[in-house]
């Protein structure tokens, strides 16, 4: 059975730092990409960054870029994004997804993605 477990989501105030982890199961691990997106209320999903393991590449949202890093540990099965200086803008629940292969610059289409974990709450206060 796959599974997608988010942790690391908490309130904090702009300016501070979150490290979020996904630790997958129930597939090959290295086969897979990984990627991040995020729900605020009333607002459409939205691609956060997303790392594909078969050929490295790494895309982020333009609105995190320079803010945000994701990154991946193999050995834990596990798929990190560190968000430094985030802002009130950054409030939602955030999502890991994974499809089998490698992503495109079309990573942010949320039917490509064939797993979803249950999502993080992430709150930033001004």
């Known amino acids: 059975e796959v599974q997608l477990v988010e942790s690391g989501g908490g309130s904090v105030q702009a300016g501070e730092s979150l490290r979020l982890s996904c630790t997958a199961s129930?597939?090959?691990?290295?086969?897979?990409?990984m990627s991040w997106f995020r729900q605020a209320p009333g607002k459409e999903r939205e691609g956060v960054a997303s790392i594909s393991h078969t050929n490295g590449r790494i895309y982020y949202g333009n609105s995190v870029k320079g803010r945000f890093t994701i990154s991946s540990d193999n050995a834990k099965n596990t798929v990190y994004l560190q968000m430094n200086n985030l802002e009130p803008e950054d409030t939602a629940v955030y999502y890991c997804a994974t499809v089998f292969g490698a992503l495109n610059r079309m990573w942010t289409s949320r039917d490509k993605y064939d797993y979803w974990g249950q999502g993080t709450q992430v709150t930033v206060s001004s």
């Open positions: 129930g597939f090959t691990f290295n086969d897979y990409a």
